[in-house]
């Protein structure tokens, strides 16, 4: 395992141009020991959640004898808390250059809430409180992990890492609802042994976490003296034109889209199937990203990330041309899984790997937050208004519609992304 | 952080004796948890025990067994738990009328699976349906030729936690099924309605095993519609009526009303009478989310949650304005329908 040093860190100010990089060893690149263990906090981590995830619904219906309107109607109500605290999340940790501890706090919540699960027994309040903790968590970790992956690596591997971290985040979701089914059919109806096995997979991330990634000791990445980047100096990101073109096109494509939910609905009515083989599609899907994560992100690499990030969205396109064609049966379920799984395995880590280079390294965290968040408010609202136009218009048109937005989003999205990506090394933000 | 890192070597020995810790609670709580009594949900009844037999107040008890209880509604007082028997059946919802009685029991396994089961008089299989969703309500006909069910069904929207329902008919003489009653002609006050959030609930068969009552929910507001199943068309009688259950003579409907915004206690038990279409609170006060069953013309019977989580009981209520206080009948007991003996 070793470090990667990769160029001199920049301070947040105009940096000297030809910074000499340290001369890289030839052939393949081993890829850090910290992304590796990224990548094990996560899997394990996502299989702690979707673990609970996916029985939630059982425990909360038959195991307590609620009614979906009981807790339907506060879960909608966290959405919008997310994106706070994503943001929060990425300035705290840059502020205090302690990403390993913001994110390490988020896993720690995350995981503390499914004993608060089991404790909160029937009562509304105590269950809405406890999912509404675990959210907090997951928002909170997602962009300072995402820029201890970029701070951790080479910026010429930022393409593979992310693959490979992604790659190993849906390995852990897959797992995840097996295990859960694996006590369930182990201890008849035991839900609390779902919530503590969750618990124990939970806590080994944290524990994998603290172990394996450097905190505070490995190279700040800000040069001693200068003072931490407050939150004004974080929005000056927008002032820089690549990270301000790149989250723009982000938040385009994403409002361009249709949200997951969505597209799954368009499927099970497309192909007519039962109930029981809902929670299936996504397995599919997620299968295929599994598959395509790495060897995508590492053409990334090779390529340039603007490419692969936009032949994501063709697949996206792709997925909603084959929705509105005349394929049915196994080929049409095929087709739209493999494209969806490869829509994904192109562009959220690709995403990652191409705003991170245009941040300062301290104030990569809460860059990395603007981006997700960006993105996420756009599919956010993307949702609404496809579901607002399915019930004006019909699906077919609805469909329709998006297909035409995203063709369009995808023509300026060209023009708008910065050719390749601007290193701050290489100039100066404006 | 004045002292030095742990090797690495070090901090690979503690990660590995901390996952060796928490992989032996994990499996130990687990194996605890599974106290040995895992019942897979079984359709087979106990042989010679009949409905004829064991006439009285059928249930589902904690674990899903199904028994009955020896209980007579006029007489008062509680059913007899102790000298209840067992029917042999596991499920999570039943529901015994006429000729015919229904089981849904949940299948394990990722697929959220259930398997429905039509039984006859003598407790014997005579059809099964499997279909997808958690197990939510069950209704035989009066006349046993007609089976309705309901169940949840998650993953028609992205969010895990919010469901939809999927209710199916099954009329046991032409074997003829429907396993998804979206398909019905729905007509919202006068104006057919088309829209891709309907949802249906709670059906409740006449004895004439042709009209039915359901509940249909659409843009956040539900309706009691009457349907018909020759024409296969359904009207909106009237709104905020759900799990319509209709009184043996025909003449009244039971239901709960939402009486309160947001989620604590919403619901209240109400009566309507078909002719007057007046609706009538009952006397148990406390939010009742079940569909009540009429265990005769005059006493409805309904499950509350019980003093421990995750149990019910059953408890009746007078089916009108009455002095009487609701009345606990059976402890650790749900989907209550009351058998007479004979034919």
Same mark, same amino acid.
């Given at each position: 395992?070793?470090?990667?040093?990769?160029?001199?860190?920049?301070?947040?100010?105009?940096?000297?141009?030809?910074?000499?990089?340290?001369?890289?060893?030839?052939?393949?690149?081993?890829?850090?020991?910290?992304?590796?263990?990224?990548?094990?906090?996560?899997?394990?981590?996502?299989?702690?959640?979707?673990?609970?995830?996916?029985?939630?619904?059982?425990?909360?219906?038959?195991?307590?004898?609620?009614?979906?309107?009981?807790?339907?109607?506060?879960?909608?109500?966290?959405?919008?808390?997310?994106?706070?605290?994503?943001?929060?999340?990425?300035?705290?940790?840059?502020?205090?250059?302690?990403?390993?501890?913001?994110?390490?706090?988020?896993?720690?919540?995350?995981?503390?809430?499914?004993?608060?699960?089991?404790?909160?027994?029937?009562?509304?309040?105590?269950?809405?409180?406890?999912?509404?903790?675990?959210?907090?968590?997951?928002?909170?970790?997602?962009?300072?992990?995402?820029?201890?992956?970029?701070?951790?690596?080479?910026?010429?591997?930022?393409?593979?890492?992310?693959?490979?971290?992604?790659?190993?985040?849906?390995?852990?979701?897959?797992?995840?609802?097996?295990?859960?089914?694996?006590?369930?059919?182990?201890?008849?109806?035991?839900?609390?042994?779902?919530?503590?096995?969750?618990?124990?997979?939970?806590?080994?991330?944290?524990?994998?976490?603290?172990?394996?990634?450097?905190?505070?000791?490995?190279?700040?990445?800000?040069?001693?003296?200068?003072?931490?980047?407050?939150?004004?100096?974080? /929005?000056?990101?927008?002032? @820089? &034109? !690549?990270? $301000? *073109?790149?989250?723009?096109? =982000?938040? %385009?494509?994403?409002?361009? #889209? +249709?949200?997951?939910?969505?597209?799954?609905?368009?499927?099970?009515?497309?192909?007519?199937?039962?109930?029981?083989?809902?929670?299936?599609?996504?397995?599919?899907?997620?299968?295929?990203?599994?598959?395509?994560?790495?060897?995508?992100?590492?053409?990334?690499?090779?390529?340039?990330?603007?490419?692969?990030?936009?032949?994501?969205?063709?697949?996206?396109?792709?997925?909603?041309?084959?929705?509105?064609?005349?394929?049915?049966?196994?080929?049409?379920?095929?087709?739209?899984?493999?494209?969806?799984?490869?829509?994904?395995?192109?562009?959220?880590?690709?995403?990652?790997? /191409?705003?991170?280079?245009? @941040? &300062? !390294?301290? $104030? *990569?965290?809460?860059?990395? =937050?603007? %981006?997700?968040?960006?993105? #996420? +408010?756009?599919?956010?609202?993307?949702?609404?208004?496809?579901?607002?136009?399915?019930?004006?218009?019909?699906?077919?048109?609805?469909?329709?519609?998006?297909?035409?937005?995203?063709?369009?989003?995808?023509?300026?999205?060209?023009?708008?992304?910065?050719?390749?990506?601007?290193?701050?090394?290489?100039?100066?933000?404006? | 952080?004045?002292?030095?890192?742990?090797?690495?070597?070090?901090?690979?020995?503690?990660?590995?004796?901390?996952?060796?810790?928490?992989?032996?609670?994990?499996?130990?709580?687990?194996?605890?948890?599974?106290?040995?009594?895992?019942?897979?949900?079984?359709?087979?009844?106990?042989?010679?025990?009949?409905?004829?037999?064991?006439?009285?107040?059928?249930?589902?008890?904690?674990?899903?067994?199904?028994?009955?209880?020896?209980?007579?509604?006029?007489?008062?007082?509680?059913?007899?738990?102790?000298?209840?028997?067992?029917?042999?059946?596991?499920?999570?919802?039943?529901?015994?009328?006429?000729?015919?009685?229904?089981?849904?029991?949940?299948?394990?396994?990722?697929?959220?699976?259930?398997?429905?089961?039509?039984?006859?008089?003598?407790?014997?299989?005579?059809?099964?349906?499997?279909?997808?969703?958690?197990?939510?309500?069950?209704?035989?006909?009066?006349?046993?030729?007609?089976?309705?069910?309901?169940?949840?069904?998650?993953?028609?929207?992205?969010?895990?936690?919010?469901?939809?329902?999927?209710?199916?008919?099954?009329?046991?003489?032409?074997?003829?099924?429907?396993?998804?009653?979206?398909?019905?002609?729905?007509?919202?006050?006068?104006?057919?309605?088309?829209?891709?959030?309907?949802?249906?609930?709670?059906?409740?068969?006449?004895?004439?095993?042709?009209?039915?009552?359901?509940?249909?929910?659409?843009?956040?507001?539900?309706?009691?519609?009457?349907?018909?199943?020759?024409?296969?068309?359904?009207?909106?009688?009237?709104?905020?009526?759900?799990?319509?259950?209709?009184?043996?003579?025909?003449?009244?409907?039971?239901?709960?009303?939402?009486?309160?915004?947001?989620?604590?206690?919403?619901?209240?038990?109400?009566?309507?009478?078909?002719?007057?279409?007046?609706?009538?609170?009952?006397?148990?006060?406390?939010?009742?989310?079940?569909?009540?069953?009429?265990?005769?013309?005059?006493?409805?019977?309904?499950?509350?949650?019980?003093?421990?989580?995750?149990?019910?009981?059953?408890?009746?209520?007078?089916?009108?304005?009455?002095?009487?206080?609701?009345?606990?009948?059976?402890?650790?007991?749900?989907?209550?329908?009351?058998?007479?003996?004979?034919?």
């Amino acid at each position: 395992m070793y470090l990667a040093v990769g160029r001199a860190r920049p301070p947040d100010g105009p940096v000297p141009t030809g910074a000499p990089s340290p001369a890289r060893p030839a052939g393949r690149r081993r890829l850090t020991g910290t992304v590796v263990a990224l990548g094990a906090v996560s899997l394990v981590t996502d299989i702690s959640s979707e673990m609970v995830t996916a029985v939630l619904p059982l425990y909360l219906v038959l195991g307590l004898g609620l009614s979906p309107l009981q807790f339907g109607f506060l879960d909608g109500l966290y959405n919008g808390v997310t994106a706070f605290v994503r943001l929060a999340g990425g300035h705290a940790a840059d502020r205090w250059q302690r990403h390993r501890l913001v994110a390490g706090s988020g896993y720690a919540l995350s995981t503390l809430c499914k004993l608060g699960l089991l404790l909160a027994g029937s009562s509304t309040p105590a269950l809405s409180a406890a999912l509404a903790a675990d959210r907090v968590g997951k928002g909170v970790r997602t962009a300072p992990r995402d820029a201890l992956i970029s701070l951790n690596c080479d910026e010429r591997d930022l393409g593979r890492a992310f693959g490979v971290h992604r790659a190993m985040d849906t390995t852990g979701a897959m797992l995840g609802p097996l295990v859960a089914f694996a006590v369930l059919w182990a201890a008849v109806d035991a839900y609390d042994a779902v919530f503590v096995v969750s618990f124990c997979f939970g806590l080994l991330g944290v524990l994998i976490l603290f172990a394996f990634v450097p905190g505070r000791e490995s190279a700040s990445a800000r040069a001693p003296g200068t003072a931490a980047a407050t939150l004004g100096q974080t /929005l000056r990101l927008f002032r @820089v &034109p !690549a990270f $301000r *073109r790149i989250l723009v096109t =982000a938040t %385009l494509l994403g409002l361009a #889209g +249709v949200g997951d939910g969505f597209l799954y609905l368009v499927l099970q009515k497309r192909l007519a199937l039962d109930a029981a083989y809902f929670p299936l599609l996504p397995l599919g899907s997620a299968a295929v990203y599994l598959l395509l994560a790495v060897p995508l992100g590492r053409a990334a690499d090779r390529i340039g990330r603007r490419v692969p990030y936009l032949l994501g969205h063709v697949a996206l396109l792709g997925v909603y041309v084959v929705l509105f064609s005349p394929v049915a049966g196994w080929p049409l379920t095929v087709l739209v899984l493999v494209l969806h799984g490869a829509f994904y395995a192109a562009t959220d880590g690709v995403l990652m790997a /191409l705003g991170g280079p245009v @941040v &300062p !390294a301290d $104030r *990569r965290a809460g860059g990395m =937050a603007l %981006l997700q968040t960006g993105q #996420g +408010v756009g599919r956010l609202l993307a949702s609404v208004g496809f579901g607002a136009a399915w019930t004006l218009w019909g699906m077919d048109s609805a469909l329709a519609l998006a297909a035409v937005a995203l063709g369009a989003v995808l023509v300026l999205a060209r023009v708008l992304l910065p050719a390749d990506p601007v290193s701050v090394t290489a100039r100066e933000p404006s | 952080m004045s002292l030095p890192p742990p090797s690495l070597r070090a901090r690979i020995t503690a990660l590995t004796a901390a996952t060796a810790v928490l992989a032996a609670v994990a499996v130990g709580y687990t194996v605890a948890a599974a106290d040995g009594d895992g019942r897979e949900p079984v359709s087979a009844a106990v042989p010679g025990l009949t409905l004829d037999q064991a006439p009285g107040l059928y249930h589902a008890a904690r674990k899903g067994e199904v028994r009955s209880a020896p209980y007579s509604p006029s007489d008062g007082g509680k059913a007899d738990g102790a000298r209840s028997r067992d029917t042999g059946l596991s499920c999570d919802r039943f529901h015994a009328s006429g000729r015919s009685a229904v089981c849904i029991a949940r299948r394990p396994g990722p697929a959220q699976k259930a398997k429905v089961s039509v039984l006859d008089r003598e407790l014997d299989t005579r059809r099964t349906v499997v279909v997808g969703g958690i197990p939510n309500r069950a209704r035989v006909s009066p006349s046993g030729r007609m089976v309705a069910w309901t169940l949840f069904v998650s993953g028609d929207s992205y969010a895990s936690s919010s469901f939809s329902t999927r209710s199916g008919i099954l009329d046991t003489r032409t074997g003829y099924l429907i396993k998804n009653v979206e398909t019905l002609q729905l007509y919202i006050e006068g104006r057919r309605y088309h829209a891709p959030d309907v949802n249906y609930w709670g059906i409740t068969f006449a004895d004439d095993d042709n009209r039915f009552y359901a509940t249909v929910a659409t843009k956040g507001k539900t309706y009691l519609v009457e349907g018909d199943m020759k024409t296969w068309k359904a009207r909106t009688l009237r709104q905020n009526a759900e799990c319509p259950s209709l009184s043996p003579d025909g003449t009244r409907i039971a239901f709960k009303k939402r009486v309160r915004e947001g989620s604590q206690d919403p619901w209240r038990l109400h009566v309507l009478d078909l002719g007057t279409m007046r609706e009538t609170p009952l006397a148990e006060t406390r939010s009742v989310d079940d569909q009540a069953a009429w265990l005769d013309d005059s006493t409805l019977a309904y499950a509350l949650p019980g003093r421990t989580r995750g149990t019910s009981d059953v408890w009746t209520v007078p089916a009108g304005t009455s002095a009487t206080p609701p009345r606990l009948i059976l402890n650790d007991a749900s989907s209550p329908s009351m058998v007479q003996g004979g034919g």
